[in-house]
């Protein structure tokens, strides 16, 4: 593995205070995750001491208000730092992207006491988050789900499980999704638990073929007794606030793919560059200067449409449909870089002495999560041609 460290993108960025946030992060990035990252995802080790550091850098609230502690970062900045952190090490740029999902609720739904009383913390006090809308049962179709929480005076207590849930057993709080009333989607309300309230309980984390550094684990709720003051909005509204949630997420998903696509591409280019064969660097030939070309093509048109995304939604604008796009070509376009950059290391790319095999691997599950990317299909077609009549 070559220890030359790849070249800065060249971002567009929209203040002179963002620039010197993107310098920070790549300056940690480099300095205290990328050196780690191929030993610690091996092992399975899972980071928490970077997830402290981001905080007390202000890293982890980014695109929330500074009222409670957040950064008061448009999200394509934010998206930019998702980027650079994932491209360095998935496990933590997804993570952060996933913590920013599960404070999502609270920050747009919940009440100013609410926001007040949990939100430091959350977006600046050392804590984690994770969200919990899957179930064994109810992926795609989360609009299913069967936990129940019953009102029990002042109390909620919640009962079912939840799957698929980063950071799950780590986290210090989840956002839970809920069936509290009617069958689908308007039976479901939202609600803030603490990661160790009484009754709930991980299960042993699954065994992945990638970020195996970021534990994704079943979580059982056994009569989890949650305060009517931690439910997020009103009663039935959580359906809405989980896609609400989803439509940002998937840019932190595009955006975090966009940066494994990256450090594919700079693993590849650097290993080109070296690599002689025939008495010439193999970069000078011409089948595999085109598949260069294609793989920075994908990543550049990839960074173009969620960050398009990004500004429609720091606009105020309607960006469900961009979203969903981004999430899909970005995805797609990560698969297609890391594997071919696989291939430009030849046997060397598919030993885990080089981080492309893991970056393949890695890959793959961003085609899933938030969302599989058939779905995405789905909701852009239905913006495109409304809803199917069948």
């Known amino acids: 593995m070559t220890d030359r460290a790849p070249q800065p993108v060249d971002r567009q960025l929209p203040t002179e205070e963002s620039r010197d946030l993107l310098a920070l992060v790549r300056e940690i990035a480099q300095r205290e995750i990328r050196p780690r990252a191929a030993d610690e995802e091996d092992s399975g080790r899972f980071p928490r001491e970077i997830f402290t550091l981001l905080s007390e850098a202000g890293l982890l609230g980014l695109p929330y208000a500074g009222e409670f502690g957040g950064g008061e970062q448009p999200y394509e900045v934010y998206l930019q730092v998702l980027e650079e952190l994932a491209a360095a090490r998935l496990t933590v740029g997804l993570g952060v992207s996933v913590h920013s999902l599960a ?74 999704l809920a069936r509290t009333g ?22 042993v984390p699954e065994k992945k073929m990638g970020m195996k550094g970021s534990p994704t684990a079943q979580l059982h709720f056994d009569g989890v007794r949650v305060p009517d003051a931690r439910r997020i909005g009103e009663e039935g509204q959580g359906f809405t606030i989980a896609l609400a949630a989803l439509d940002a997420g ?22 080109a560059l070296d690599r002689r064969q025939f008495g010439h660097p193999i970069a000078d030939f011409q089948g595999l200067r085109f598949m260069l070309a294609d793989m920075a093509t ?63 691997r890695e890959a793959k599950v961003l085609q899933i999560v938030e969302g599989t990317n058939q779905i995405q299909r789905m909701v852009i077609a239905r913006h495109l041609a409304g809803p199917e009549t069948r």
């Open 103 to 176: 404070c999502h609720g609270l920050a747009g739904y919940g009440t100013k006491e609410q926001q007040a009383a949990h939100l430091p913390a959350m977006l600046g006090g050392g804590l984690l988050g994770a969200y919990c809308l899957s179930e064994p049962a109810s992926g795609s179709d989360a609009a299913s789900l069967t936990t129940k929480a019953v009102r029990d005076g002042d109390d909620w207590i919640i009962t079912g499980t939840k799957a698929w849930i980063t950071h799950g057993g780590v986290a210090d709080f989840y956002t839970v």
């Open 182 to 203: 009617v069958e689908g989607p308007k039976g479901i309300t939202a609600f803030l638990v603490p990661g160790d309230a009484e009754g709930l309980t991980a299960a």
């Open 250 to 271: 998937r840019l932190g998903i595009a955006a975090c793919a966009i940066g494994v696509a990256q450090a594919a591409l700079d693993e590849a280019l650097t290993y």
């Open 298 to 360: 994908k990543i550049e048109a990839g960074r173009a449409l969620y960050l398009a995304a990004a500004r429609l939604r720091d606009a105020g604008k309607p960006f469900s449909r961009q979203a969903a796009m981004a999430k899909l070509f970005c995805t797609d376009a990560a698969m297609a870089v890391t594997t071919d950059a696989v291939q430009v290391l030849g046997g060397y790319g598919y030993t885990a002495d080089f981080p492309v095999e893991r970056l393949m």
